[in-house]
């Protein structure tokens, strides 16, 4: 196929560069080649259409936030034949996030470690890409805004980001996300605590339905959560969730556990570590959270999705969504395809 092919060829040479700066050299040229039509030769991707929040996704496989934290190439990434992207994580004022080399290649485990740490130039930097985007411009899909707090703020005021960003981002999302589970930004995991998420899901409810009044429209709020969390944590979380009638859940985030990649180099480096040892944590919190809130909340489920048979997986456990990251540096583009097709088969 040409996908795989066109990768096979850059894949050496990406990965000959180091880890960040691969990254950024790619997402321009990802850019270029859509501006030029040129990523027409990635071929279609089945369309198997999902409702879920409301929202009709054009098929189930999405792109994670992360990639693309300033919304500079939605452009490029819709090209790939999502279902939807997501873009982020924004915070309310700009920050370099944390000192380089902040990202890791684990090849022998496809695995990545980083802590890149909310590295973003501000909410209204993002807004402004965001409108500038003809994804955002011709309305062509879901396209979803993850926000964060920033690392100075301190935890007791976390609240007051979220809501500023919240309130920003609002008019131009098909859907934003919460992200209280990166291990990159001091603290941050201590909300999804019982008392600290409960504060904090109530003033997100409380904004979102004062903003659904204001815009006349009503935008999904989901909740980011970390695998590194047990079977008592995920009841707090999916009661709480529950509780404030919040419209989706993403499961998961990077973890913090090395089990899987003992042995290999930059194991100790510190950060969050993604790629598929991270498939079997978030397949089993995706597990536990459907057993605790049945058919009540949508599951995106994202972590360490390789393959369709991963992304079927997923889906079995009780994922309305599925989302890829790590698995699109390693296996490129094609895996898109691979994953629609799998899940259009599934259903």
Do not use: W
């Not at 409702?51 to 939605?74: E, H, Q, R, S, W």
């Amino acid at each position: 196929m040409p996908a795989k092919l066109l990768y096979a060829f850059a894949r050496p040479a990406l990965f000959s560069l180091d880890p960040e700066t691969a990254h950024n050299l790619t997402l321009p040229a990802l850019r270029r080649a859509a501006a030029l039509g040129l990523t027409s030769l990635l071929g279609k991707t089945p369309a198997d259409p999902r409702t879920v929040m409301g929202i009709t996704f054009p098929n189930p496989v999405g792109l994670a936030a992360g990639l693309d934290k300033d919304g500079a190439y939605i452009d490029g990434l819709a090209a790939l034949g999502f279902g939807s992207i997501e873009i982020g994580t924004v915070t309310a004022r700009a920050q370099p996030g944390n000192p380089k080399p902040r990202m890791f290649r684990l090849p022998a485990a496809n695995a990545i470690i980083n802590r890149m740490g909310f590295n973003n130039g501000g909410v209204d930097a993002f807004v402004a890409n965001v409108q500038a985007s003809r994804f955002y411009q011709e309305r062509e899909g879901v396209l979803g805004l993850n926000i964060g707090k920033n690392a100075d703020t301190p935890i007791e005021r976390a609240a007051e980001d979220y809501l500023h960003c919240l309130e920003k981002v609002y008019p131009y999302a098909s859907y934003v996300t919460v992200n209280i589970s990166s291990p990159n930004t001091k603290n941050l995991r201590q909300l999804q605590g019982a008392s600290e998420l409960d504060a904090l899901l109530s003033q997100l409810k409380q904004a979102q339905q004062r903003l659904a009044d204001l815009h006349k429209r009503y935008v999904p709020v989901a909740l980011k959560i970390a695998p590194d969390i047990d079977a008592e944590q995920i009841k707090t979380i999916a009661d709480a969730l529950l509780r404030h009638k919040i419209d989706g859940v993403i499961a998961t985030n990077t973890t913090i556990s090395r089990d899987a990649v003992r042995g290999l180099q930059h194991e100790n480096e510190a950060g969050g570590l993604s790629g598929a040892p991270v498939l079997t944590l978030s397949t089993r919190v995706v597990r536990q959270l459907r057993g605790e809130l049945g058919d009540a909340l949508p599951i995106i489920g994202v972590g360490g999705i390789f393959s369709g048979a991963d992304a079927q997986a997923k889906i079995a456990a009780g994922a309305s969504l599925v989302q890829l990251y790590s698995g699109l540096i390693y296996r490129g583009p094609a895996l898109v395809r691979e994953c629609a097709a799998a899940l259009r088969q599934q259903s």
